[in-house]
């Protein structure tokens, strides 16, 4: 099921001649993030990969124009035929996606507002979190080789290495780590490594 799914999440995004090695690098960073502040978030590894598809469609969007390709997107992922998630993980995925970028969710946006209590959680804290790593990748250079998550007395510090050559990245990064620091109520700083 997970291999038929990640092949229709694929297939969609050639479909829209998505920006592969940006969306694979915020998959990425993504994916580093959810497992290193996993006692933060706290949720199950199943949420795992519905990040990983809202990071790969994240920005399928731009098919129709800059302006907007957040929401673009979450209405791409959910007319999409992709059979081998449920409903609920579709729209999750979704939203995930819809959220990298523009307003936070709010209980006015009618498919969040669809969503129970925990999974309008789960897509404040997986949203967060892809908003986070598509800072990290904001010149869309592949610039991030990996990231250290670390707490340094009350801060959540993110580690990025290589040190040199990325400051747009840090900007961004620290930029898009608004939201995750509202989701999680922790203040967040987006370093280089030294």
Request: aromatic share 12%; net charge negative; glycine share 6%.
């Amino acid at each position: 099921m997970k291999e038929e799914a990640r092949q229709q999440i694929f297939d969609l995004a050639y479909k829209y001649q998505f920006e592969e090695g940006h969306s694979l690098q915020d998959a990425r960073l993504a994916l580093s993030l959810f497992d290193q502040t996993q006692e933060l978030h706290d949720l199950p590894d199943d949420y795992r990969d519905l990040l990983e598809f809202a990071a790969i469609l994240h920005d399928i969007g731009y098919w129709y124009g800059y302006v907007g390709h957040h929401k673009s997107a979450y209405r791409m992922i959910m007319d999409a035929k992709l059979t081998a998630l449920t409903k609920r993980e579709q729209r999750l995925v979704a939203l995930i996606a819809r959220y990298h970028r523009g307003a936070r969710p709010k209980p006015t946006h009618k498919g969040f507002a669809q969503l129970s209590p925990d999974d309008q959680d789960a897509v404040a804290k997986l949203g967060s979190i892809l908003r986070l790593a598509d800072g990290l990748d904001r010149t869309h250079t592949d610039a991030v080789r990996s990231i250290e998550v670390v707490w340094l007395n009350d801060t959540l510090v993110i580690w990025v290495y290589p040190p040199y050559g990325i400051q747009t990245e840090l900007w961004a990064g620290q930029k898009k780590s608004r939201f995750f620091q509202e989701v999680f109520d922790v203040p967040v700083r987006v370093l280089a490594a030294q």
